[in-house]
Every structure is written in C-alpha cells, then in structure tokens.
C-alpha cells in the first residue's frame, strides 16, 4: 500500500489535480483543486502521511457500504444464527439508510440523527442500540484496514438530557404458577409439554438443553442430567436444527435433580419412545417458535391474550420460556443457597475470580439446595405417582426409536430416500439428522405441536 511518488498536474484553465502511483493498483488521482499550490500542499501533506504511515487511499474511502459489507461477511466466522441475525439488521436498517453511501461519506452527526429516527419511529432501545453496535463493527474493521482514518461511531460522551428510562424487572413465577402453567401446557401440548415446564422450572435449563437433551445424558440412578460439551444444546436457525454445544463453556455441566423429577422423568421414559428425551409425538425435535406460540403463550397470558382456543386462564402475563430460568435463580436465591452453587447449577462464569478458583459446592450443600426444591414442589403440587415396579431404571421398557443413524456417514449421497439418515456439519462435527418420510412428515403435521412442512429439511450442510 505504499505511494511511490506524487505529482501536481493541471487539468484544466483553472483546475489541477495530485496524481500518485501506487504498489499494485496503478496511477490515480485526486482533482479538484483551483490553484497549483493547493495542489502541491495536498501533495506534500500526502506524502507526509505516507512516511507517517496514516495515509488513507481517498479511492478506497470511496468504497459504498454495500460493497464492504460483502467483503466483511466473507471474513466472519460465527455461528449461523448470529450469522442470519447481522444478514436481517443489514437488510431492514442499515443498508437502505448506508447501503449507497461511500465509507468516507458516513458521519458521527449523521449516524446519530438516524439512531434519533429509529427511536421515534418506535424501535425498542435495545434494538436501536444493537443497529449502532452492528454499524460500529462494520466501520471499525474499516478503519483497520486502512479505508477510512477512524470509526465516526465510536462511543462517547454527548450532552443532553439524562435518560429517565425505567429498565422493567424481569417476570419470574412462584412454584405454585409454575405447576398451573404446566398443568394447562399439558391440556393443550400434552404430557411431555408439562414436564418440560417443570423440568425447566426446577432445573434452571435453557430450552437448548432441554430440547436437545438426550436419554443417555438422563441418570436416574445418580438422579442427575448431563449437558454435553459439544451436542448439548439444539440450536435453530431458520429452517435448520442441529445439535451443538451449549451456550458457554460453563453451561456444560451435571444437574442435581431432586427425587420427585427423577420419578416423573422415569415414568416418562418408560413410555417414551424417542431416543431424546423431549420431542413432538412422532418423535421429532420440538420446534421453538411453534412451541411457545400454541402452547407456552396461552398457557402462560390465558387464550383471550394469546388468540387460541378458549380454555386457559392468564397465570403470569409477560412470563417468558427463559423466565423459568429466572425463576430457579429466585427461588435459589430465597432458600439461601450460596452463589458458587447457583453458578454452577446455572452453568455460569462467576466474575470473582477468587470464589470460581477457590469455591467449591460440598455435598452437603447441594443436598439442602435439593431439599429446597422439594419442598417447594409439594407445597405446589400433590405428590406425584410412585413408579410401577416392573419400571426399570433409564426407562428402557418402551423400544427406543433413534432419531439418528448410528453408523459413520463419510460422503452424501446424490439422491436421498425419505426415511434415512443424512450427515450435518456443525462447529463440533457431523451430526446425522433424520429426514421422516411423507406419512411422518404429514402425520407430524397434524400434530399440535408441529407446523405443516417445517419438518423436512434441506439436504444443504449446516454450520454449528
């Protein structure tokens, strides 16, 4: 990127132009100057910049947003739902407002009238601010690869007025709301809906974990769940599902369960069918969206809120899937357990480094934690059926049909049955989704809890 040399050329009566010549991209100019000292000042100062190694190409400023946002993209690597999650800001917000705009036409002043624009427009301020961090992001990389000086986003100080924007507090459910929300989940979505609200509710789980938890990960005879380090968790992201590791490093971790949820989940198993624990009916993963809208929404904001059919009442309008997670820490935190052992039965990073290095969760502790549980579910709910016992351990009477093939799959087919198996590339490897014949596929749509053709996937390869 080095300028070789520099000179003043007049170009017309009263108009001169600095041509330079620069490594690997030829002879360019820069005109519009009305005297010839003009011309050798912009010259010299060029060369100035060169020596200094703050030049700036004034061509390569002149590279549009759109542009640079296709040669950005080629250069990420992340995961493809944050992937798609920049590709919908991009389209909805910025390029319309940047698209055409060269990188060095962008300014702080104009940024800032549009972020103004967004708000009054009726953007919620988390998403105004997640279009500024994304615009940043895009002008940063920019700016170190030398197309324009400086980032004109970036943060600072402005005076005005201070915000007096209250932040709402997060919704979050007692014990007793959890099992009447589960209680009208199983009316509408059936068993396996209600126990995975309690599941959630008593564990602190994401949906991830839950929805990708495996029977292999369940251990009824240590009383314990396993969320795996790498397919620990389902991810979803447009049309495509696939196993990957859960969300930190720290949520790959054993959860204690207490004794009542080991034998719901043991009588649950014994008549489950499905190699996962969590599934649709036909056996199928559970689709997120399609799960909250016909049966987590009405049963949590009642069906006059939620626009379905008559029969729920509103428990806990606002309450969110990820609320019952919250709703574990609160009740954690109301038993009096210490916050190492929150940390690690939410799978999170403790700032202190002290407390994560020297802190460690005794079995004594992890058992009154239990204890706190227990009670709060049988002063919920009545106590749940004791398990048959001709009901084995890990529940394995009922045949177990696999959702994956469990033979090594090294190339792809060019033609593909329905019914069988094929192999999906993610961040911790392949992974074999199943692709259900048209009898599944439309059996499975008829279900509550699946949407007509959302079940069958694309044969493209997926990313983790």
Same mark, same amino acid.
């Given at each position: 990127?080095?300028?070789?040399?520099?000179?003043?050329?007049?170009?017309?009566?009263?108009s001169?132009?600095?041509?330079?010549?620069?490594?690997? =991209?030829?002879?360019?100019?820069?005109? @519009?100057?009305?005297?010839?000292?003009?011309?050798?000042?912009?010259?010299?100062?060029?060369?100035?910049?060169?020596?200094?190694?703050?030049?700036?190409?004034?061509?390569?400023?002149?590279?549009?947003?759109?542009?640079?946002v296709?040669?950005? =993209?080629?250069?990420?690597?992340?995961?493809?739902?944050?992937?798609?999650?920049?590709?919908?800001?991009?389209?909805?917000?910025?390029?319309?407002?940047?698209?055409?705009?060269?990188?060095?036409?962008?300014?702080?002043?104009?940024?800032?009238?549009?972020?103004?624009?967004?708000?009054?427009?009726?953007?919620?301020?988390?998403?105004?601010?997640?279009q500024?961090?994304l615009l940043?992001?895009?002008?940063?990389?920019?700016?170190?690869?030398?197309?324009?000086? =400086?980032?004109?986003?970036?943060?600072?100080?402005?005076?005005?007025?201070?915000?007096?924007?209250?932040v709402?507090?997060?919704v979050?459910?007692?014990?007793?709301?959890?099992?009447?929300?589960?209680?009208q989940?199983?009316?509408?979505?059936?068993?396996?809906?209600?126990?995975?609200?309690?599941?959630?509710?008593?564990t602190?789980?994401?949906?991830?974990?839950?929805?990708?938890?495996?029977?292999?990960?369940?251990?009824?005879?240590?009383?314990?769940?396993?969320i795996?380090?790498?397919?620990?968790?389902?991810?979803?992201? @447009?049309?495509?599902?696939?196993?990957?590791?859960?969300?930190?490093?720290?949520?790959?971790?054993?959860?204690?369960?207490?004794? =009542?949820?080991?034998?719901?989940?043991?009588?649950?198993?014994?008549?489950?069918?499905?190699e996962?624990?969590?599934?649709?009916?036909?056996?199928?993963w559970?689709?997120?969206?399609?799960?909250?809208?016909?049966?987590?929404?009405?049963?949590?904001?009642?069906?006059?809120?939620?626009?379905?059919?008559? @029969?729920?009442?509103?428990?806990?309008?606002?309450?969110?899937?990820?609320?019952?997670?919250?709703?574990?820490?609160?009740?954690?935190?109301?038993?009096?357990?210490?916050?190492?052992?929150?940390?690690?039965?939410? @799978?999170?990073?403790?700032?202190?480094?002290?407390?994560?290095?020297?802190?460690?969760?005794?079995?004594?502790?992890?058992?009154?934690?239990?204890?706190?549980l227990?009670?709060?579910?049988?002063?919920?709910?009545?106590?749940?059926?004791?398990?048959?016992?001709?009901?084995?351990?890990?529940g394995?009477?009922?045949?177990?049909?696999?959702?994956?093939?469990?033979?090594?799959?090294?190339?792809?087919?060019?033609?593909?049955?329905?019914g069988?198996?094929?192999?999906?590339?993610?961040?911790?490897?392949a992974?074999?989704?199943?692709?259900?014949?048209?009898?599944?596929?439309?059996?499975?749509?008829?279900?509550?809890?699946?949407?007509?053709?959302?079940?069958?996937?694309?044969p493209?390869?997926?990313?983790?």
């Open positions: 990127m080095e300028v070789v040399v520099a000179w003043v050329e007049q170009c017309g009566r009263r001169w132009r600095v041509r330079y010549r620069r490594q690997g =991209f030829g002879v360019r100019s820069v005109s @519009g100057f009305g005297s010839r000292r003009d011309a050798v000042a912009y010259a010299a100062g060029l060369e100035v910049d060169r020596r200094r190694r703050v030049w700036i190409d004034p061509a390569d400023s002149a590279v549009t947003v759109v542009e640079w296709a040669r950005w =993209f080629r250069s990420l690597d992340l995961d493809r739902r944050t992937i798609e999650s920049y590709r919908s800001r991009l389209r909805c917000h910025i390029l319309p407002r940047f698209g055409a705009l060269p990188l060095g036409a962008i300014t702080a002043l104009g940024v800032t009238e549009w972020a103004r624009e967004l708000e009054r427009a009726g953007y919620a301020p988390s998403t105004v601010s997640s500024l961090n940043s992001m895009l002008l940063t990389d920019a700016a170190d690869e030398r197309l324009i000086p =400086f980032n004109p986003v970036r943060r600072r100080r402005r005076r005005g007025r201070r915000s007096r924007r209250a709402a507090e997060r979050w459910a007692t014990p007793e709301q959890v099992v009447r929300i589960a209680a989940a199983g009316l509408l979505g059936g068993p396996i809906a209600r126990l995975l609200i309690i599941t959630a509710a008593w602190g789980c994401r949906w991830g974990e839950l929805a990708g938890l495996h029977r292999d990960n369940v251990d009824l005879r240590r009383g314990v769940i396993v795996d380090p790498l397919v620990g968790a389902l991810h979803e992201s @447009g049309s495509m599902r696939w196993l990957g590791p859960p969300k930190t490093r720290a949520s790959a971790r054993t959860i204690a369960l207490p004794p =009542f949820l080991v034998a719901l989940l043991r009588a649950h198993l014994a008549r489950h069918r499905s996962f624990v969590f599934t649709t009916p036909s056996g199928t559970l689709w997120r969206s399609t799960f909250l809208r016909r049966v987590f929404r009405p049963a949590v904001d009642g069906s006059d809120a939620s626009g379905t059919k008559p @029969g729920s009442a509103a428990v806990r309008p606002g309450l969110t899937f990820h609320g019952l997670r919250h709703s574990h820490k609160t009740w954690l935190i109301a038993g009096g357990a210490p916050e190492i052992a929150q940390a690690r039965r939410l @799978g999170h990073h403790l700032d202190n480094r002290v407390i994560e290095t020297y802190s460690h969760v005794a079995p004594e502790v992890e058992q009154r934690l239990l204890d706190d227990k009670r709060r579910w049988h002063t919920a709910a009545p106590p749940p059926p004791t398990s048959s016992p001709s009901v084995v351990d890990r394995r009477v009922a045949p177990v049909v696999p959702l994956f093939a469990t033979v090594g799959v090294t190339r792809r087919p060019s033609r593909r049955a329905a069988t198996p094929h192999r999906r590339w993610n961040g911790a490897g992974v074999l989704q199943f692709c259900p014949t048209r009898a599944q596929d439309r059996a499975a749509s008829r279900s509550l809890l699946i949407e007509p053709g959302m079940q069958k996937t694309p493209t390869s997926q990313e983790g």
